[in-house]
């Protein structure tokens, strides 16, 4: 409508104080102490990952655009040649 105030229509809503998460009991800044079962949970998962990341020995990359395979090659040996994409790809993947 013409006669319309856009300020009007364009304000930030009010939302009512009882969705206020800080009066709800729920503060992200000061999160409830985790129980001893939830941080055994945490810290099996963090050795976990550690241990993986120590074992991970590079192969080759494979570089997919498009789903299709465009190049691989071993990272640790170089140079490479480069690798023109088309603007028109909707996605370029890399697995290794």
Do not use: C
């Not at 939302?15 to 945490?42: K, V």
């Not at 099996?44 to 192969?59: E, I, K, S, T, V």
């Not at 465009?70 to 290794?96: C, T």
């Amino acid at each position: 409508m013409p006669g319309d105030n856009p300020y009007d229509k364009l304000a930030v809503p009010a939302f009512p104080s009882d969705n206020d998460q800080a009066t709800g009991g729920s503060d992200r800044f000061h999160p409830p102490p985790l129980s001893p079962e939830a941080r055994i949970l945490i810290q099996d998962d963090f050795h976990r990952q550690q241990q993986r990341r120590r074992q991970y020995r590079p192969g080759l990359l494979q570089v997919r655009v498009d789903g299709i395979e465009r190049f691989h090659f071993a990272p640790r040996q170089g140079p490479w040649p480069a690798l023109h994409v088309l603007l028109s790809a909707s996605s370029i993947e890399v697995y290794g």
